[in-house]
Nanobody
Framework: QVQLVESGGGLVQAGGSLRLSCAAS????????MGWFRQAPGKERVFVAT????????YYADSVKGRFTISRDNAKNTVYLQMNSLKPEDTAVYYC?????????????????WGQGTQVTVSS
């Protein structure tokens, strides 16, 4: 069992930056691939970024490529999402998720555990 707790959300102006953190419980964190998803009001949850178990492989949605960076610190059981050049369309609840498969995935159904989400609001 893995428990995930996100933090770091908030209100920021367009063009600004935020760093989200996701702290995981359990001693097997380093064996999980991790992902970030987001859900805007009235819309489906969509993929943002994923990172494999070691941090050596990452993959991004086209909408955030070049602006967001996913990283992890296995010693701290934490995955991060650095978000730069934020746009109003990035406004959403952001969720982190853990996948028992080492490699990572862009599909929400591949993930086994989810956090409760953190709100990110970008004003224009």
């Amino acid at each position: 069992q893995v428990q995930l707790v996100e933090s770091g959300g908030g209100l920021v102006q367009a063009g600004g930056s935020l760093r989200l953190s996701c702290a995981a419980s359990g001693r097997t964190f380093s064996s999980y691939a991790m992902g970030w998803f987001r859900q805007a009001p009235g819309k489906e949850r969509v993929f943002v970024a994923t990172i494999n178990w070691s941090g050596g492989s990452t993959y991004y949605a086209d909408s955030v490529k070049g602006r967001f960076t996913i990283s992890r610190d296995n010693a701290k059981n934490t995955v991060y999402l650095q978000m730069n050049s934020l746009k109003p369309e990035d406004t959403a609840v952001y969720y982190c998720a853990a996948d028992r498969d080492y490699g990572g995935s862009a599909y929400s159904y591949d993930y086994d555990y989810w956090g409760q989400g953190t709100q990110v609001t970008v004003s224009s």
